[in-house]
């Protein structure tokens, strides 16, 4: 009887296994690709002008993206 905490123990590791095993073998859903960029900026947009939690971090961000988009633009602008 002593041998009843070690086979719980396989028989628990091998169900963790297959368990792992068969959500790694899942098929990918089709249809779920990364959104463009207008579309996220739309998002967090919204995300930013409510009153979530949080949303001061998202409207930091989208300030900090905005700010280092106008200067690539001034840095493109400029002639070599």
Not at 6 to 28: K, M, N, T
Not at 37 to 64: E, Y
Request: one cysteine or more.
């Amino acid at each position: 009887m002593q041998n009843t905490g070690a086979r719980r123990a396989a028989v628990v590791l091998v169900s963790v296994l297959a368990l792992f095993s068969g959500l790694g073998c899942a098929p990918q859903r089709k249809g779920q690709e990364a959104p463009d960029a207008q579309g996220q900026r739309a998002r967090d947009s919204v995300i930013g002008a409510s009153q979530l939690p949080g949303a001061t971090g998202v409207r930091a961000a989208l300030r900090v993206g905005d700010s280092a988009s106008a200067r690539r633009r001034v840095e493109d602008s400029v002639a070599p």
